[in-house]
């Protein structure tokens, strides 16, 4: 029988940190930042180990697959717009793929990075469901993997359009295509929240096309860098 410990606690904190988020010290900070500090805290102080935690908080990223498709609703109601703007998605979506992996590759080789670790960051950019499997299919390290694409959707979520807005980008197809292509569903989530219809087709057809692409391009990239 399955420990439901996982999904108890983890769904319970979420919960909770959606409360804590409307207060207004925390209203920048995302829920799954707060739930993540709380959880952690638990299994620290109880001294409750990870693998049991996540014999049954694992089936929660089996969930993420459909969740992740459902945010793709709002495509179908804006044919047309992914119409008008398909150069930018062929070309735009690429170059985002690309120099996510060279530029985590370039950096972590500065730092002097172990390789396994290096492999388990190329798909930082991913969405965690898509992420995870890649990170398993090339041999890295999947929880460090996981790990590293929360923390890029956090950044993307919370800075992402402060810092577009800094360099001047008013375009929400920009704006979404950039949000969606480097920050995943958190990203994509915080463009659901600016009630930007435009910002959430584009943010959801990159995290989907941009997943696929990179899933494409890193066991390639691999193998060329080996």
Request: charged share 15%; proline share 4%; aromatic share 8%.
């Amino acid at each position: 029988m399955i420990n439901p410990l996982g999904i108890v606690i983890t769904v319970l904190y979420y919960k909770i940190a959606e409360k804590i988020k409307k207060i207004s010290i925390f209203s920048k900070i995302p829920p799954i930042v707060i739930a993540g500090v709380m959880l952690i805290a638990t299994l620290e102080i109880f001294d409750i180990d990870y693998d049991i935690y996540n014999e049954s908080a694992k089936y929660l990223t089996i969930i993420l697959i459909p969740a992740t498709i459902a945010l793709g609703y709002p495509i179908y109601k804006n044919i047309e717009l992914l119409k008008k703007n398909k150069r930018i998605i062929y070309t735009g979506f690429i170059i985002a793929a690309v120099i996510a992996i060279l530029t985590t590759y370039v950096v972590a080789k500065m730092c002097n990075t172990e390789f396994i670790v290096i492999e388990s960051m190329l798909p930082k950019s991913v969405t965690a469901p898509m992420a995870v499997e890649i990170s398993k299919g090339i041999g890295a390290i999947p929880e460090l993997t996981a790990c590293i694409v929360a923390l890029t959707g956090i950044f993307g979520g919370v800075f992402g359009h402060k810092i577009l807005k800094l360099i001047k980008v008013k375009s929400d197809v920009a704006i979404g295509l950039s949000i969606g292509a480097a920050s995943h569903v958190i990203g994509t989530a915080r463009c659901i929240e600016e009630k930007r219809e435009s910002q959430v087709v584009m943010a959801s057809v990159a995290l989907v096309i941009v997943g696929i692409i990179t899933a494409i391009i890193i066991p390639l990239f691999i193998y060329l860098i080996k």
